[in-house]
């Protein structure tokens, strides 16, 4: 089960936007079942899902702290079939003093996840915070492969450096050394003689994982996130569905898997 991460200490990068489209295109283009796990308080991923993150009992953080709650309780369907959504609000900002005095608190996603496997998901997709916090050690310790949304501005590249760093650190300590960058996605893209530069410095730190396609502005992705929608099911003609979903197929790579039938869902 591939778990692919989207993290960046920084915020406005375009984290949320690339972890629901990536999440929507594995599930509609490879017919993969999907969860897309919210761990940010801002709740932004469910909310693009049409989701009122607000008015529920329960999500992510009682998930991750309280051992009677179980996957299926807090775990919702999208409009987007194979895709369900594990949504946070507010709550997480409690999580690290929650669970300061357990000796697994770094690995509590990860242990807790296990159920996703047992559950029949093909794919988990994190959304992460604006953070190198305790939230995010706890995605790399549960993720498999990070993908690093890099705005492109003057700072851009001291960012992604230092996320690198942070996932090998991570890797290195947690004795998963496979653990790694495997995509870093220029956003925020002008054509700019700025924006070009900074590209030109990505692409020689980052030479085999730069992703081709930069993510440019498209204000019918934004329209979409408005109304609680992928922009797939928004405007699946428009630039911004075109440049997310070549983001999404190179994050993706390898072949397509076999189409196979999708159970109906009980009501």
Known sequence: MRRIAFINEKGGT?????AVNTAAWLAKERDLRVLLV????????????????????????????????????????????GLDVLPAYKEMADFPVVVAAD?????????????????GYD???????????????????????VVVP??????????????????RQVGEAEGR?????????????????????????LRAYFPDSLATTPLGYDVKVDEAQSHGKTIF????????????????????????PRKRKRAARAD
């Open 123 to 145: 794919a988990v997709v994190f959304d992460s915070p604006p953070s190198m916090g305790l939230t995010t050690r706890n995605i790399l310790v549960a993720a498999t492969e």
């Open 177 to 201: 050394p496979e653990l790694s960058v495997t995509k870093v996605v220029p956003t925020l893209y002008r054509k700019t003689a700025l924006a070009t530069a900074i590209l030109e410095r």
């Open 150 to 167: 890099v705005a492109l501005t003057y700072l851009a590249l001291d960012g992604c450096a230092e996320v690198a760093d942070t996932v």
């Open 38 to 81: 919210d761990l940010d308080t801002q709740g932004h991923a469910g909310k693009a899902l049409g989701l009122d993150v607000r008015t529920l009992s329960r999500n992510v953080f009682h998930l991750l702290t309280d051992d009677t709650v179980r996957l299926e309780d807090v775990v919702r369907p999208s409009a987007v079939p």
């Open 233 to 256: 099911e928004y405007a699946p003609r428009s630039r911004g569905a075109r440049m997310l979903s070549a983001i999404a197929a190179e994050i993706h790579g390898g072949p397509a």
């Open 14 to 18: 375009c984290k949320t936007t690339l």
């Open 103 to 119: 000796a697994r608190r770094a690995h509590r996603l990860a242990d807790r996840l296990e159920a996703a496997r047992e559950a």
